[in-house]
């Protein structure tokens, strides 16, 4: 299995401007750094999960340890972790209106996330051939992504799971990576790009936080598995120059029904973050670990969950895998302090989440 990258394989822009509560304009936009040349290839697997991380998962959940023996029973339990998940692909996907058909794409491509990571941990090869035949059946079908106004968070969430699932089997026999990195690159980027090029009054504020940081995912996910470092660039660029990243201070949804859409952009910030460091970028540390002091200024305000919802399933806020990824990061790697985080990322276990992130924070970013 491959190992994990050092800092000295991949060099690009970073000293990310990681916004927080309280986050002024003048705060966001500090000088950045831009790198020299770039390697050719990337580490892999290295977005959400490495190869020493695989290994790392491996020993704690297979050995009983808890909480990651919790949340490895809740994963392999979900109907989405099993080898009799069929794909079911179309050409044309749309989004929103009568004939919507996006949850075929939601269901198989969380589907194929969780078996690939299901092979990673235990080497049972039928669920690789299973992750790999969904993907493989996604990328010789599908042709177009359509309709308003879903579209503009949609694709950006499609090809930020879908590149993980990729990356987790892009080794394995039959896996079709250059069919898989084409549809990537010529069906799902041309709307990120398209998004992220607009005029910044392009789309309402209150779809702004979520909507751009899920394509600035998907960018960077699809940069790392088809090692284009121009998308990369252009993904960590728009997160250190771009004045619109303000827009993902978590404070512009009113709490009560719509709490987890306000920690969202947050989520996708600690994602953003945890790709990069596997690249060996630490874009954590960025602007004295403002998401840090994000996390634990939003976490302190967060309403208890009545319940934690199951894998794959949309929950609060409270249930939200970002906060075992933040906690993981700045408190185990780390060692600072985040109370406030740490809390709700005991709530969250296991396997809250929903589809806007990979909802696996209670098995693979545990304490």
């Known amino acids: 299995m491959p190992s994990d990258p050092v800092t000295s394989r991949r060099s690009f822009l970073h000293s990310v401007a990681l916004v927080s509560a309280g986050a002024t304009a003048a705060s966001l936009l500090d000088p950045f750094t831009a790198s020299g040349a770039h390697a050719a290839t990337y580490a892999h697997p290295g977005l959400l999960h490495t190869g020493a991380g695989f290994a790392d998962l491996t020993a704690k959940a297979g050995g009983g340890q808890e909480p990651w023996a919790s949340g490895w029973d809740a994963v392999l339990a979900n109907a989405r972790s099993q080898t009799d998940w069929s794909a079911s692909p179309v050409a044309a996907l749309n989004v929103s209106g009568g004939d919507e058909n996006f949850t075929r794409l939601l269901d198989d491509a969380h589907a194929a996330y969780q078996n690939a990571l299901v092979w990673q941990l235990t080497g049972d090869a039928s669920h690789a051939d299973t992750a790999r035949d969904i993907l493989n059946a996604w990328s010789q079908t599908l042709t177009s992504v359509s309709g308003a106004p879903l579209l503009g968070q949609t694709s950006g969430i499609y090809g930020f799971v879908l590149a993980n699932a990729a990356e987790a089997v892009r080794d394995h026999t039959g896996f079709d990576t250059a069919g898989f990195s084409a549809m ?106 403002r998401l840090l002091a994000a996390s634990e200024e939003v976490a302190r305000i967060e309403p208890a969950s009545a319940e934690v919802p199951f894998l794959g399933a949309w929950g609060t806020s409270a249930t939200s895998p970002a906060w075992a990824i933040i906690h993981h990061h700045y408190a185990t790697r780390k060692g600072l302090s985040a109370p406030n985080t740490a809390g709700l990322a005991d709530q969250a276990r296991a396997e809250g989440g929903g589809f806007d992130q990979l909802g696996l924070g209670g098995l693979a970013y545990s304490l």
């Open 184 to 289: 990537l690159t010529d069906v799902l980027y041309p709307h990120h790009d398209a998004y992220l090029s607009a005029d910044s009054e392009h789309c309402g504020t209150a779809y702004a936080v979520n909507w751009e940081l899920s394509h600035i995912a998907s960018v960077l996910a699809i940069g790392v598995f088809c090692d284009d470092s121009a998308k990369v660039d252009q993904a960590t660029a728009l997160i250190t120059d771009t004045p619109r990243i303000m827009n993902a201070i978590p404070y512009i949804w009113d709490g009560g029904a719509s709490d987890r859409y306000s920690v969202t952009g947050l989520s996708l910030l600690a994602a953003i973050c945890e790709m990069a460091w596997s690249q060996g970028v630490d874009l954590y540390a960025s602007h004295g670990n």
